[in-house]
């Protein structure tokens, strides 16, 4: 039975953000196409389990192949899954991170977390706006609303944020209840959700230019391959 409450739930918050959020995702994926044509990178950046919404735009079939996921393992689970948690609340690490990749100030930047609320995250939209980037965030605003930043700015992403795009998760990042736990994540879902339409949404804009589509062919497709993608892009996306 509750697989089956899951699954309508969570149809419900897809139905729910695509009511909600499509201006914003049609505006986002203009914003995309014109980065394209501009050859510029589109920079995703997520701490903890939110960092997988910049890796489900990462060198993947069917992907823009301008994307940049800036895969720090000490803000993710690959080091450790509490180390990881403390490091995201650490003031002055998103500098650090930051300046390992090669960023340009016309490039734009997606910054994904549920909360919005730690140092990491929110001090990394506060870098790139600094440097001209605009910031793209998806976050809940139910979630971030209800609690403080643990930033010593006092700022929570959605504050800094040029465009917000709500992923409608409520707070907790759960949809069902066990008594008094809770579970059935759903933030992965609909960010990925998000990023796929805005990914779609961009491709329909270039096409109907006429621009060539730079997406990754799939690795497993006969007589394909992506060689050319990886010679242009490699030295400009580190984990490419």
Not at 27 to 44: L, P, S
Not at 196 to 206: F, P
């Amino acid at each position: 039975m509750s697989a089956r409450k899951y699954y309508e739930k969570i149809t419900s918050l897809i139905e729910t953000v695509e009511a909600t959020e499509y201006d914003t995702i049609v505006e986002v994926a203009k914003i995309f196409a014109q980065k394209v044509k501009e050859d510029k990178i589109i920079h995703f950046f997520g701490t903890g389990h939110s960092h997988m919404i910049g890796i489900e735009m990462f060198v993947r079939a069917g992907g823009l192949s301008n994307i940049n996921a800036m895969l720090d393992e000490t803000i993710t689970t690959a080091a450790g899954a509490q180390k990881g948690s403390h490091m995201e609340k650490i003031d002055g690490l998103a500098d650090i991170i930051y300046d390992q990749y090669d960023i340009d100030k016309d490039d734009i930047m997606v910054i994904t977390s549920n909360s919005g609320r730690n140092s990491v995250p929110v001090q990394m939209a506060m870098r790139a706006k600094k440097e001209g980037l605009k910031v793209i965030a998806i976050t809940s605003y139910d979630h971030s609303k209800s609690c403080d930043s643990r930033d010593k700015s006092g700022k929570k992403l959605y504050e800094i944020a040029d465009i917000v795009i709500d992923n409608c998760v409520p707070k907790g990042d759960a949809l069902l209840s066990y008594g008094k736990v809770s579970s059935g994540p759903a933030s992965t879902i609909t960010g990925a959700f998000i990023v796929n339409s805005i990914l779609t949404e961009t491709l329909d804009i270039l096409h109907k230019e006429n621009i060539q589509l730079p997406i990754f062919v799939s690795q497993n497709s006969d007589n394909f391959n992506n060689d050319h993608l990886y010679e242009k892009y490699t030295k400009r996306i580190k984990h490419m």
